[in-house]
Nanobody
Framework: QVQLVESGGGLVQAGDSLRLSCGIS???????VGWFRQAPEKDREFVAG????????EYADSVKGRFTISRDNAKKTVYLQMDSLKPEDTAVYYC????????????????????WGQGTQVTVSS
């Protein structure tokens, strides 16, 4: 059974940093992993994604230069370092596992992202 568990969310002030972690099961470490977020009354949107081997990384324009995605397959964890946080970054953040052994990082919150974590809340106050 594929499992993903997010952690690291919290309440911070604008300009602060947070690091989210996505713990992944043994099968998931071979897959593309994406971070998505969903604010109240908004659609779930792509934030960042990383290929199975960590070579390719993609970012939404809204977070480029502020967020960094990385993975440590030995630790079965994907990280999202979030710096210079803004109030508009407030959302529930989800990690999702996508295609196996792929260098292509999809940006849509649908297939091949078929396995999702439960989410972690990030709140940025102004």
């Amino acid at each position: 059974q594929v499992q993903l568990v997010e952690s690291g969310g919290g309440l911070v002030q604008a300009g602060d940093s947070l690091r989210l972690s996505c713990g992944i099961s043994e099968r998931t470490e071979k897959r593309v992993v994406g971070w998505f977020r969903q604010a109240p009354e908004k659609d779930r949107e792509f934030v960042a994604g990383i290929s199975w081997n960590g070579v390719n990384k993609e970012y939404a324009d809204s977070v480029k230069g502020r967020f960094t995605i990385s993975r440590d397959n030995a630790k079965k964890t994907v990280y999202l370092q979030m710096d210079s946080l803004k109030p508009e970054d407030t959302a529930v953040y989800y990690c999702a596992a996508g295609a196996y052994y792929s260098d292509y990082v999809a940006r849509e919150a649908r297939n091949p992202y078929n396995d999702w974590g439960q989410g972690t809340q990030v709140t940025v106050s102004s």
